[in-house]
Each structure stands twice: as C-alpha cells, then as structure tokens.
C-alpha cells in the first residue's frame, strides 16, 4: 500500500522558518515509478493549492506567492521531498498536504495520486 507521511510542521512566529518532509513508502521500485511529487497547502474556508512541486528529472514548479520563498527538493533513492520555508507571515497557516504522482514501470500506467494526511503549519503575527 502506497503511503506518504508528512513531518515538520509546527507553531511559530512571523519571519520564521520551517522545513517539511514527506517520505513516501510501499514503492518498491521494481514495479513503481514515481513522476513527480510535491506539496498543497489548504487555509480554513479556503480550496486546496499548490505550494510547489518537483519531478523525477529536477524541475520544478511554484506558486507565484511562493517564489523567492518557499524551495523544494528531493531524495529520489528515499522517495522523499522536503520543502524549505522563510519568511513565513500569518497568512501561510493552512494544513501543508504531500502528493506524489506514480507510475506502474510495466505494463506502463498513467500515473496516479496519492495524498498523505497533512501537517498543520500555524504562523502567528
């Protein structure tokens, strides 16, 4: 069973960071490929959005409201993504959501998401 869990998130203050990472298990590499993974985030009364996300080959991609802030990165050997925070201000609060878009190597499949459960990120003023 594909499985995905997130650590790092916490309460802090405006102005501070925060690094997150999400390790994704019940791959096995033989049979999985993993496309893409990446981070959403999701405020009170608010839909879903994409932070950032980061593919096998290195590129990425970020919310404008992201850039110059917020990087991603990745450990492809741990199947792992972790997202770097500054500068973090009040309105980032939201519940920070991994995703990861895999693959069956053969017979070739279009990939499918998985989501894991979210970690609660709180940035007070």
């Known amino acids: 069973q594909v499985q995905l869990v997130e650590s790092g998130g916490g309460l802090l203050q405006a102005g501070g960071s925060l690094r997150l990472s999400c390790a994704a298990s019940?791959?096995?590499?033989?049979?999985?490929?993993?496309?893409?993974m990446g981070w959403y985030r999701q405020a009170p009364g608010k839909q879903r959005e994409l932070v950032a996300l980061?593919?096998?080959?290195?590129?990425?991609d970020y919310a404008d409201s992201m850039k110059g802030r917020f990087t991603i990165s990745s450990d492809n050997a741990k199947n792992t993504v972790y997202l770097q925070m500054n500068s973090l201000a009040p309105e980032d609060t939201a519940v920070y959501y991994c995703n990861a878009a895999v693959r069956r190597r053969w017979p070739p499949s279009p990939p499918v998401d998985y989501w894991g459960q979210g970690t609660q990120v709180t940035v007070s003023s």
């Open positions: 980061i593919t096998r080959g290195g590129s990425t």
């Open positions: 019940g791959i096995s590499g033989s049979i999985y490929s993993i496309n893409h």
